[in-house]
């Protein structure tokens, strides 16, 4: 191999080594707050893939289902709430795993929000919807 093609082969290996980290910068949580009765905690998410299934839309925080969820305020397809108890966010350890799927138990096609950071937890003024 001459230099020229161990330059594009090094300039190919980059190119899909950055196009596999921006695969998996796609899903973020965007939010962690309590709604202002302190009755809910809201996790907010987003993904370059919408929320459109009908099966029950599942967050896995650690070993929790959190069910409980519904559409952004402003109709987002691709933003999901959802709604844990106090029980259930006291329950959730910061570094535990954050993942997405349809149906509860061993779901299929998960997606990654990486692990769960409890601080930062903000106040909201909103009422909370659940």
Known sequence: MNDKSKTVTALLIALCGSAAMAQAEKNSIV???TASSGSTVEIVVTSDEPFLRSEVPVLR???QEIILSGPADDGSLYTRVFYLSPEQFRSAKSGDRVTFQYGSG???RLRDFGTLDKTKLTHSPRGGRP
């Open 31 to 33: 939010a962690l707050r």
């Open 106 to 108: 061993n779901g299929e």
């Open 61 to 63: 925080i650690g070993k």
